[in-house]
């Protein structure tokens, strides 16, 4: 019977490429638009200027071609040529305030909230985007960028940057060895208790004759934390360190619901549960200083388990094509799915900008033109991509040239002028199901100035990293100890300081409303 | 008097300018090879200073270092509510006398042996081993480290396991820190440290060493009387200079073989490491300055503190 089922929903895994093709002609894409009906004859283009954008991440294999590409309109219409370096994940965290700072040509910044959009915004590293310098530089923008999306990037009343102007579910994935799974008659995750069990089961049976860890964790948990506090419909507001849950009235959160992350009684289980998974042997004692990604450990078969967004499915082919079986599960199917903040990827134009004006320019045209967009996006068709009619288009995500959407201008600069079709079913298939259940965070626009108790933030996340770590691993010999230690040394840090001035900014936001 | 005590200023004037200008004539050639050494100074010592007003400043991109307002101590505030200064402090101090003692004994001892190494090929090799070390980057000798005392897969650790002894958890026991980057340190630096004594060696006197032996002085006795005394002069430089930064921890090493690991910290974490961890995600610029600055001023205080007292006790061996 177990068998049965196993085939069936192969087949019908098999089937849903096909299926979603099959539907191609209703396919919800939102409408193009064309550079040609804006007018750019404010923008001063009698000399010819190079825009420099910068981006973090690595620079893919095909990236100048496109660039050449994009640059033939460029240069053709606009007087303008378009040139990208890349800060690598390796070092982008040191390179990049230095960039801004050293006084460097930059015109274009990637930025996030996750990637130093607010401590350099503080230092007045962005160019101020006022309505008067949009309306004449980026008139597409100006008229297509969805209203609500510009309070992520507004701070003390000053916009420093365009965000993204794309609603996608934000939701971790947990991928696992089916094959091993299998192996001991586990069934489909979908719940926590279920992937503890998998993972005590794995650290049991399968790691003693094997030595593939459960999960092949370095540094932290972090994903595995987020996968864990979106089941309780928690949210973050402003960032992951300040959680709330999200009201099922519709009302905004009272600011006394909103606390740092790391003293919730929410991570004090999740610590204990940690615990009981490094005691059981579910990954290294010596994970606080590894440093192979779990998503490689995954791919190369000596993790049977992965956390984190849609990449997770490059890991798992990656797993695969070595010979292993996966899959991937949603450990929480009753709960909301939020909706990513649009502050998730941000293009600035940097003060130092020698011409801003062009710099915003370039930054319209391929943010939102139809042509320049999906080069941008997708690379160049017929060698990146193929169109499939009727708004559909395929891109192999494997490919190393330029996948659709992989590098950091394609994370900000996404449409959905054409609709892609998926290469993994089980992906589509968790995609539709996400974006069914996804809600937006209420307080998504509400940005803490940080700067008045910027001593107090540096303290307090110098604390809070000092043991996330080891409490996020099971790595300490008393978690309610250590969590003990951690808030006393946290309060003496400044976090009731930082409390105050976090609730006095969001009540004053709320009241705005 | 006024007027003699003016005229003798000007006559002292005068001599000083001709003595400049005198030296500059007879020995241009030196100052003309001393000049490169003097610009690289310039830039890269004391043009970099102006920058210590960061630290009073709230940087502002726009601005500049120069024009950003001024916060007074404000960017000091970090370091002292993060209630970790005594510890930091602590460890970067107690483990830099550690190398530079360490250091010295090992450097010149190995220098003395090698020296007495009497097959040319052998103390050659020797050195050639002894040194490579040295170029060995830091995120190499982590790695290495890692795949030795990995708790379950590492070498050392099924040696242990093979001979039936308890594993052992290096990356979960801070206390075990200090001597593992003691040694590590060791095997890292000595051979480069021991060729500054090495050729003070070679430089000595041979006749001193010739007239010993005829009065029937053994290796030891030589060693003892002759070499030491005459490596003093070199030692003190180079530990004085050491002392120098003695509040500056050696970052590529804390920060690789360490890394992120929070439970080897209260064990080995120093100011640079610190600063670096807590300043990495903030970028911010005034309290990165701030914390330089607090580990400059005490490298000056020690380094002026050391120097006087060598100056007392042997006034030859001071550096200023």
Same mark, same amino acid.
């Given at each position: ?513 | ?247 500056? %921890? &050696?970052? +590529? =090493? ?7 690991? *929070?439970? #080897?910290?209260?064990? $080995? ?13 903030? %970028? &911010?610029? +005034? =309290? ?7 580990? *400059?001023? #005490?490298?000056?205080? $020690? ?18």
């Amino acid at each position: 019977m177990k068998k049965l089922l196993t085939i069936l929903l192969a087949l019908a895994l098999a089937l849903l490429p096909v299926l979603s093709v099959a539907e191609e002609g209703a396919a919800a894409v939102t409408p193009p638009v064309h550079r040609q009906d804006y007018d750019y004859s404010g923008v001063d283009l009698s000399q010819h200027y190079t825009v420099l954008m910068y981006l973090v991440g690595d620079k893919f294999a095909g990236t100048d071609a496109v660039v050449a590409k994009m640059n033939e309109i460029l240069e053709k219409e606009y007087n303008t040529t378009l040139e990208i370096e890349f800060l690598p994940w390796s070092d982008y965290q040191t390179k990049y305030p230095l960039i801004l700072a050293g006084g460097e040509k930059v015109d274009l910044m990637y930025t996030a909230s996750w990637c130093y959009l607010y401590t350099e915004a503080a230092k007045g590293s962005f160019f101020t985007l006022d309505e008067d310098f949009i309306k004449t530089n980026m008139p597409m923008t100006y008229a297509n960028q969805k209203a609500e999306s510009w309070g992520q990037t507004t701070i003390n009343g000053k916009c420093v940057g365009v965000p993204c102007n794309m609603m996608v579910p934000n939701y971790k994935y947990v991928g696992i060895r089916q094959d091993l799974a299998d192996k001991y008659g586990i069934g489909p995750l979908t719940s926590w208790d279920d992937f503890m069990n998998y993972m005590l089961t794995i650290a049991e049976k399968e790691t003693p004759v094997s030595g593939i860890y459960a999960m092949n964790a370095a540094s932290d948990t972090i994903e595995l934390w987020r996968t864990y506090y979106e089941g309780y419909n928690a949210m973050g507001v402003y960032s992951d360190d300040f959680l709330t849950f999200y009201p099922e009235d519709g009302a905004l959160p009272e600011a006394e619901s909103i606390r740092y992350a790391v003293t919730t009684d929410m991570f004090k289980q999740y610590a204990h549960d940690m615990k009981k998974l490094a005691d059981a042997g579910c990954w290294s004692r010596s994970a606080l200083s590894n440093t192979i990604p779990n998503y490689e450990a995954f791919a190369n078969l000596t993790g049977a388990s992965l956390v984190w967004n849609g990449t997770i499915f490059n890991h798992m082919h990656t797993a695969e094509a070595a010979g292993a079986v996966t899959n991937a599960y949603d450990l929480s199917p009753n709960a909301h799915v939020f909706a990513e903040e649009y502050n998730n990827s941000v293009m600035a134009v940097a003060e130092n900008s020698e011409n801003p004006e062009r710099a915003a320019m370039v930054m319209d045209l391929i943010g939102f033109d139809y042509e320049l967009n999906l080069l941008g996006n997708l690379g160049i068709e017929g060698v990146n991509w193929e169109d499939r009619g009727n708004g559909y288009y395929f891109s192999d995500s494997t490919q190393e040239s330029y996948p659709a959407n992989s590098n950091a201008m394609g994370w900000w600069m996404k449409k959905d002028y054409k609709i892609g079709v998926y290469d993994d079913a089980r992906r589509e298939a968790f995609d539709n199901n996400f974006k069914s259940r996804m809600v937006s965070n209420p307080c998504t626009t509400f940005v803490f100035d940080e700067t008045p108790v910027k001593a107090e933030m540096a303290a307090v996340s110098a604390v809070k990293n000092e043991y996330f770590g080891p409490l996020t691993l099971g790595l300490v010999d008393d978690v309610d100890a250590s969590i003990a230690e951690m808030t006393g040394k946290l309060e003496a840090s400044g976090l009731q300081t930082i409390y105050d001035e976090f609730y006095r900014q969001y009540n004053e936001w709320k009241a705005s409303r | 008097m006024s007027k003699k005590t003016t005229s003798a200023g000007i006559i002292r004037k005068a001599s000083l300018s001709h003595t400049i200008k005198m030296e500059l004539r007879n020995n241009w050639l030196l100052f003309l090879m001393l000049l490169p050494a003097i610009v690289y100074v310039i830039i890269f010592a004391y043009w970099p200073m102006s920058g210590v007003v960061l630290a009073f400043k709230d940087f502002k991109t726009r601005l500049g270092i120069y024009n950003s307002p001024w916060v007074g101590m404000q960017n000091f505030k970090f370091l002292q509510i993060s209630g970790k200064l005594g510890l930091l402090t602590r460890n970067t101090l107690l483990y830099n006398l550690a190398f530079i003692f360490l250091g010295v004994v090992l450097e010149m001892g190995f220098a003395i042996i090698l020296n007495e190494v009497i097959g040319r090929r052998f103390k050659k090799g020797l050195q050639t081993v002894m040194f490579l070390p040295y170029f060995i980057s830091w995120v190499v000798v982590s790695a290495i480290m890692f795949n030795m005392f990995n708790y379950e897969k590492g070498t050392i650790n099924n040696m242990l396991n093979s001979l039936g002894m308890p594993r052992f958890d290096l990356y979960n026991s801070g206390s075990s820190w200090p001597l593992v980057l003691i040694i590590v340190n060791a095997w890292k630096k000595t051979g480069y440290g021991m060729v500054v004594y090495l050729a003070a060696i070679t430089g000595l006197d041979q006749e001193i060493f010739e007239a010993a032996s005829i009065d029937g002085a053994n290796i030891w006795q030589k060693t003892r009387h002759i070499t030491i005394p005459s490596l003093v002069p070199q030692m003190m430089i180079l530990v004085l200079l050491a002392l120098g930064n003695v509040f500056r %921890g &050696d970052f +590529g =090493m804390f920060y690789q073989t360490v890394k992120d690991n *929070s439970n #080897l910290l209260p064990y $080995t974490d120093i100011l640079d490491t610190y600063v670096y961890r807590s300043l990495m995600q903030t %970028g &911010d610029i +005034g =309290m990165s300055a701030a914390a330089g600055l607090y580990q *400059s001023v #005490l490298c000056f205080v $020690t380094i002026c503190a050391a120097n006087l007292l060598v100056k007392k006790l042997q006034p030859d061996y001071a550096l200023f």
